[in-house]
């Protein structure tokens, strides 16, 4: 490992800081270095709060020494003013002369002038150190601007024997039939206060009443995103107790208004998968968990429109049910959870 890949790894560990807080930013982390020491180091919290580069720059006790020092960054500092000003021109502002950059920002706004900028400025600039392991920490940032699109998560639960439900029992409650164990159930909720929004389909939410939220770990609550074609959802289900925000895709207007939830109307005669993710995008959601159920995880699957997998295996028998989605051909990895199974599978392009 060279010098430059060294700081850049640290800038990394630092902006993982920021896991789950930084949206619609990406995650970033800065190390100031003189001498081969760090005399300054930071990353970006939250959106709206200073950037990495400048939590890095006020952490450092001499001021005088960024003059000499070099600025490491995983992403190219910003050039276009938002609820913050530029860090690029702070950079400059302060004449730190050498600056090395993990990768270029793929936001249209930036993508590569803020790199300019600097170079303009007489600063020595080296770009694209551990590239692939800065685009792969924002892969959610990246997909968002490159495909248009949000990052999408597919999970599910299936018994040992491939199944997500057991065949119906009449005057079956309305509540899911837990088939992991709590340590997985805990993790579940761990993911959804790092991803921006949570999808359900219509029978899912009308036979589990989910409440799709963050209950087991602390963290913010996803967008609760539902598919309800023909308004079949009861209105006292939970998600429409008007505690997070919902999105609920319908094929007509809906006149009642609730501050909290949203109905966006699609064509259900054409592909919806294209209409639903358009409307992600223009909600600057950049990342969704996809839970069900079949339908709505086949269609995605089919389309190949899925960017990872999450599939628990629980130690219980159905025999009969609904059978869990269909993945082939993919190479997974898999973890033990208290007893449970976890796969995992990244869908390369």
Known sequence: ????????????????????????????????????????????????????????????????L?????????????SHFGKTPPCCDL?????????VVGTVDPNEKVAGRGIKKIIESGANVVVGILEEECNDLNKRFFTFHQKKRPYIILKWAESQDGFLAPEKQINQERKPVWITNSYSRQLVHKWRSEEQAILAGTQTVIDDNPKLNVRDWS????????????????????????????????????TSKKENVTFEVINFNQDIIPQILEVLHQNQIQSIIIEGGLKTLQTFIDQNIWDEARIFKGNVFFEKGTK?????????????????ELIKIANHD
Request: one cysteine or more.
């Open 1 to 64: 490992m060279n010098i430059h890949e060294k700081y850049i790894k640290r800038c990394v560990e630092l902006a993982k800081n920021g896991f789950g807080t930084t949206y619609p930013n990406p995650m970033v982390g800065s190390v100031i270095v003189y001498k081969d020491e760090i005399i300054g180091e930071g990353w970006h919290k939250k959106a709206g709060e200073p950037h990495a580069e400048v939590n890095a720059i006020r952490s450092v006790k001499d001021k005088s």
């Open 66 to 78: 960024l003059k000499k020092a070099t600025i490491y960054v995983s992403l190219e500092p910003c």
């Open 91 to 99: 950079i400059i502002e302060h004449k730190i002369p050498n600056v």
């Open 219 to 254: 963290g913010n609550n996803p967008v609760r995103v539902i598919l309800d074609q023909n308004s079949r959802i009861s209105k006292d289900s939970f998600i429409f107790d008007n505690s997070v925000k919902t999105i609920v895709f319908t094929k007509s207007e809906i």
């Open 324 to 340: 869990a989605p269909f993945l082939s051909g993919k190479s997974a990895t898999r973890i033990n959870i208290g007893g449970d």
